[in-house]
């Protein structure tokens, strides 16, 4: 058994009727309840097949999330080429260290610092940097505190890497994965392909 179908199995035992219903609709347990093999799928088919798809990562400054202690399913982000361009995916990005530990606990203001040094590490590792970066999504803990102190580090950073026009972006108040992170954030950004 593979690790997925493992990990699967493991969640069994304490799984709701409605969450087997689940599983079974989507095949993965049979009529019966049992765990079926995963599908043969091709991993590019459809639309994502015309893409160079990749994943980022940048373990000098960031684990990979599923290093956690409590193991989670998701890239730290992914590049598309397409066209002549290079669009990398950023996931939301946090004040975590390269052992998976949030650091600066209880300081809003090293946690954005050491997010956009998160950032920047993994646009850094496509090629890409905060001038490349068409899109934030910004998610605080509690935007009522903290919105005036990130909205101020914000614009000093991009200030003083000389960014215009500025990214579009949005603020959303939101329990993040961690109860000690105060900051996380998502960019998109967009580069010409190297020739």
């Excluded at 954005?112 to 590490?121: F, K, L, S, V």
Aim: contains cysteine; negative net charge.
């Amino acid at each position: 058994m593979s690790d997925t179908t493992t990990r699967i199995a493991d969640l069994l035992p304490g799984m709701s009727s409605g969450a087997r219903d689940e599983l079974a609709q989507l095949g993965v347990l049979s009529p019966e309840g049992q765990l079926q093999a995963a599908p043969s799928l091709s991993p590019r088919g459809g639309a994502v097949s015309a893409f160079a798809l990749k994943a980022v990562s940048a373990p000098s400054v960031l684990n990979e999330a599923h290093a956690y202690a409590k193991p989670s399913s998701f890239a730290r982000g992914l590049t598309l080429d397409v066209g002549g361009y290079r669009v990398v995916l950023v996931s939301g990005t946090a004040s975590i260290d390269e052992e998976g530990r949030t650091v600066h606990i209880g300081d809003f203001e090293a946690q954005c610092w050491r997010t956009y040094r998160n950032i920047a590490t993994l646009l850094a590792s496509e090629g890409a940097n905060w001038h490349d970066v068409v899109r934030t999504t910004c998610y605080l803990r509690d935007i009522e505190r903290d919105y005036d102190a990130f909205n101020r580090i914000r614009t000093a950073f991009f200030g003083w890497m000389g960014i215009e026009p500025l990214p579009a972006s949005v603020g959303i108040q939101m329990r993040l994965c961690r109860d000690d992170l105060l900051v996380e954030i998502e960019s998109v950004a967009v580069l010409p392909l190297p020739r």
